[in-house]
């Protein structure tokens, strides 16, 4: 049988009690007998869920880090990871101006800072294989025009706008491709993983894919890429969007969409 990346939503903005919910991902990854922690959540969600869970956070050594932005590193100050990967920029101080809205801080938290400080410091620069058949993209090429999903600013006045150059995604050898927030964009990031990795024909979208304030033309052209390269379901979560999520299960009626929970497990039929 071929072997399977399996993931297991342990933190998103929806959560099956007795988990918690929170503004946030972060998914646990087994390949190979081997688990990886994709994100970290706020901070608020990562510990209750995984001692839910029956989960010791000394089984997430390993912490793979998609970009900086808190809703993604808040729990790294709860762990202790012997290996941690990141994409240059991570650190970097970041806000959101939203119209009609506070100023918010986005930077990776102090406590996080000090973490990434700790064990085997992986700066991930290039596309980069980390194990057998599990590859990191790095920073990801910005050929396609989609925005980075909201207005960011590398300053609180607004005045340097911030592309989230760090973000990078996860791609397993069965065609499995795992996401933070996508802020480069799903149609650059398949490009990329195509153009790098050819051979793997990317099948199952797991993330956030920062649609829910997308034009209706840019939900348009991704529902166009993701039919045109052959994606066989979305697992769509965190920063998506309910309406964009409605939109695309109407718009790809070949393609499973699912919206699921905190608690849910990918695929359901090699959980643990």
């Known amino acids: 049988?071929?072997?399977r990346l399996a993931v297991t939503?342990?933190?998103?903005?929806?959560?099956?009690?007795?988990?918690?919910?929170?503004?946030?991902?972060?998914?646990?990854?087994?390949?190979?007998?081997e688990w990886f922690l994709f994100d970290t959540g706020a901070g608020g969600a990562l510990l209750p869920n995984l001692a839910q869970m029956r989960i010791t956070p000394e089984t997430v050594s390993r912490v793979v880090l998609s970009h900086g932005h808190n809703d993604h590193t808040?729990?790294?100050r709860d762990l202790v990871p012997d290996e941690i990967w990141f994409a240059p920029g991570i650190a970097v101080p970041r806000w959101s101006r939203h119209p009609g809205q506070?100023?918010?801080?986005?930077?990776?938290?102090?406590?996080?800072?000090?973490?990434l400080r700790?064990?085997?410091?992986?700066?991930v620069r290039d596309f980069t294989e980390i194990r057998p058949?599990?590859?990191?993209?790095?920073?990801?090429?910005?050929?396609?025009?989609?925005?980075?999903?909201?207005?960011?600013?590398?300053?609180p006045d607004g005045l340097q706008p911030d592309r989230i150059a760090d973000e990078q995604a996860l791609l397993a050898a069965d065609g499995t491709l795992v996401q933070g927030c996508c802020h480069a964009g799903i149609i650059n990031t398949l490009a990329y993983c195509r153009a790098r990795r050819p051979d793997i024909p990317v099948r199952t979208v797991i993330g956030g894919l920062h649609l829910r304030h997308a034009a209706?033309?840019?939900?348009?052209?991704?529902?166009?890429?993701?039919?045109?390269y052959g994606i066989q379901t979305l697992v769509l979560l965190h920063c998506t969007g309910e309406d964009s999520a409605r939109f695309l299960r109407q718009a790809l009626p070949d393609t499973t969409v699912l919206m699921p929970e905190a608690g849910a497990k990918f695929p359901p039929e090699t959980a643990n």
Do not use: Y
């Open 1 to 3: 049988m071929k072997e």
């Open 9 to 33: 939503i342990l933190v998103d903005n929806r959560a099956a009690p007795p988990l918690v919910a929170e503004h946030g991902l972060a998914l646990l990854l087994q390949w190979r007998k």
């Open 74 to 76: 808040g729990g790294l």
């Open 102 to 115: 506070p100023v918010r801080e986005l930077s990776l938290p102090e406590a996080g800072r000090d973490t």
């Open 118 to 123: 700790q064990g085997r410091r992986h700066e």
């Open 133 to 155: 058949g599990l590859f990191l993209t790095g920073p990801i090429p910005r050929n396609s025009g989609e925005d980075c999903g909201g207005p960011f600013f590398l300053d």
């Open 216 to 228: 209706p033309e840019r939900l348009a052209q991704t529902a166009a890429a993701i039919r045109r």
